[in-house]
Structure formats: C-alpha cells, structure tokens
C-alpha cells in the first residue's frame, strides 16, 4: 500500500522526507481509550459535583467538562478523517453516537466543511476561516478580548447559530448531500445521548446538573476554548501549497495543551501535513521532523498565551510597526 503524501507544496526538502511507514498504521483501541477516558473525566466531573455541592468544585467541574467536550469534538475531527477505526461504518457511528451527538453536531456536515478546509487552508472560502473568524489577524488585543469575552458569555456561540441559520455560510460550506436516514440517524444520536445524560442525572437526583454542567458549558466555556484552539492553529497565517507554512504547532504537552487541545491536536503543522496519521502519531513525526529542521522555526510555540500575544497588538501600535 502506497504511503500517503505529504502536503508540502513545492517544498523539497519535506516533499523528499517520509515519515516512518508504522506511523500511518490505525490502532483503534487507543482511539477507543481516548474516547472512554473523555466520558470518564466527564462523569467523574458531575461525580464530584453531586457529591461535594460547592461553587468551586462546580466551577473545577464546568472546565473539566467544557475541556472534555472539546476533547470529543476532536474525537469527531477522527472520525471525520477516517482515523478512528478501520470500519468506515463502525467509524462514522461511533464518531455520530459517542462525540458529535452529544454534542448536538453532524459528523457528515464537519466532515464536509473540514475536507475543504484542508485541501486549501487560509483561503477565502475556506469554512474554518469565515466560521472562527481568522481573517483579520493579528487586531487590537481589545478586539480580540471582546471575541473572547463574547464567547465566554455565551453571545458568541448564539451570533455563529444565527449566522449558520440565516446562511451566512452557504457560500464556503460545501452541500453535503445526506439520505433520510442517515439524517435520522444524527437527530437519534442528539437526542438519545442527551436524554440518557439527563436521564442518568435525574436518576441520581441531580437533573440540574444537566443544564449547568453540560449546556451551559457547551454554549460558554466550550466556544471560547475552541476559538483559542482556532487562533493558535492558523490565525494570521497566509495561504500557501506548503502546509507547514500556514499552521502552528505547540511542540510539547502542558496544562495548556491539556485544555485546548486535548489528544495531541496541538501537533496541528505535522496533521496538516500528513492527514492520514492518526493523533496518536502525530508526536513522533513532529520529533523526526524536528530533528532534521524541517519545521518553520517562527511557527513553532510552547503554549498558546505566546500565539496569543503574536497575533494581537496594542491598540496604541499598528501591526506595521511590530
């Protein structure tokens, strides 16, 4: 089987590189693990919850939580690469029931709006650009804290629902042709994910914890921690054939990595390059790549407080002057 190639453009010296054959090789148990320790940091979070009833603990909760979401919404970003099992069925349906469902997401429409994204990132039309925003760096940092602020308070995400609902998006997003079962499908895995969710939680005599601990979260925490993980992945980035030219990496695991980008999504230069290695790989690339100096150097961080001073400026100073 040939192996897959990288997305270099006219960059020799990565074109000519090829990664060790094994890393490109599935093994889904591990895609499996990730997903059932995402479900376990979140039950574990609503454990301690309901157990120990005290504004910290539900604030610890809450972020635990909202990090656990964006950690299945990666889990989706899999399966929508055909990464998480070798099954294109088997993978879609756990993709749809186990990380896209509960989140009220259609892994068919990501898929479609994501493929895209990757055949030319940075574009004009390209989806990750309109929906996130990341056109227009680096701003004032006062621009991008209201960005942040909104998310946090809940207005961002309701401002992107409007704006998919009056179809702001029709133009870059590709149509995504879907049968009605399969739409019946995805509506099943919504509700039924959620109901058994609310319906553990009221079982156990804690149904509030349904709304402020998963809803609540989802339409807060969970937007803004998404919008920095967009930021640091290709805000302010030109478009270019070499894909290591309009990426970031952040090139080891902290608490950082740990809350934005959760199962190694942070390594963002190398899935760029090499879209058919799963996450679970993506570390040794990134180390045989660095190795050899073969990575940009100015797109390379050790967390995201660094891109996020990089791509904002004080309002005082225009970009020219930095």
């Known amino acids: 089987m040939p192996q897959p190639r990288s997305r270099a453009g006219d960059n020799r010296a990565l074109k000519a590189f090829a990664p060790d054959a094994e890393l490109f090789a599935l093994k889904p148990w591990i895609s499996l693990l990730a997903l059932l320790a995402d479900w376990g940091l979140i039950a574990s979070a609503f454990a301690c919850a309901a157990l120990w009833p005290h504004p910290v603990i539900y604030l610890l909760a809450a972020l635990i939580i909202a990090r656990s979401q964006l950690a299945l919404a990666v889990i989706m970003h899999e399966s929508a690469h055909g990464l998480l099992l070798r099954?294109?069925?088997?993978?879609?349906?756990?993709?749809?029931?186990?990380?896209?469902?509960?989140?009220?997401?259609?892994?068919?429409?990501?898929?479609?709006?994501?493929?895209?994204?990757?055949?030319?990132?940075?574009?004009?039309?390209?989806?990750?650009v309109g929906v996130f925003g990341l056109g227009d760096y680096p701003l004032p940092r006062g621009k991008l804290a209201t960005r942040l602020?909104?998310?946090?308070?809940?207005?961002?995400?309701?401002?992107?629902?409007?704006?998919?609902?009056?179809?702001?998006?029709?133009?870059?997003?590709?149509?995504v042709d879907?049968?009605?079962?399969?739409?019946?499908?995805?509506?099943?895995?919504?509700?039924?994910?959620?109901?058994?969710?609310?319906?553990?939680?009221?079982?156990?005599g804690h149904p509030?914890?349904?709304?402020?601990?998963?809803?609540?979260?989802?339409?807060?925490?969970?937007?803004?921690?998404?919008?920095?993980?967009?930021?640091?992945?290709?805000?302010?980035?030109?478009?270019?054939e070499d894909q290591s030219q309009n990426a970031?990496?952040?090139?080891?695991?902290?608490?950082?990595?740990?809350?934005?980008?959760?199962?190694a999504i942070h390594y963002h230069i190398e899935h760029h390059l090499y879209v058919r290695m799963p996450f679970y790989h993506l570390r040794s690339v990134h180390e045989q790549l660095a190795a050899r100096q073969?990575?940009?150097?100015?797109?390379?961080?050790?967390?995201?407080i660094g891109v996020v001073r990089d791509i904002s400026y004080p309002a005082r100073k225009s970009p020219e002057l930095m």
């Open 248 to 263: 970031r990496s952040i090139v080891r695991a902290n608490w950082q990595t740990f809350v934005f980008g959760p199962h």
């Open 87 to 128: 099954r294109q069925k088997l993978n879609d349906l756990i993709g749809q029931w186990c990380a896209a469902g509960p989140l009220f997401l259609s892994l068919q429409t990501y898929r479609g709006g994501h493929l895209k994204h990757h055949r030319q990132p940075m574009t004009h039309d390209d989806p990750v």
């Open 178 to 204: 879907k049968s009605h079962g399969q739409v019946l499908g995805e509506v099943l895995s919504m509700v039924i994910s959620n109901g058994l969710l609310f319906g553990l939680l009221s079982w156990s």
């Open 208 to 240: 509030w914890l349904y709304p402020g601990l998963w809803l609540l979260p989802a339409i807060t925490l969970l937007p803004l921690m998404g919008r920095v993980r967009a930021i640091m992945e290709h805000a302010g980035m030109p478009a270019s």
């Open 149 to 175: 602020l909104a998310d946090l308070c809940g207005v961002g995400y309701f401002i992107s629902i409007f704006k998919f609902a009056r179809g702001d998006y029709r133009a870059i997003m590709p149509k």
């Open 294 to 304: 073969l990575l940009p150097a100015d797109n390379l961080y050790n967390g995201y």
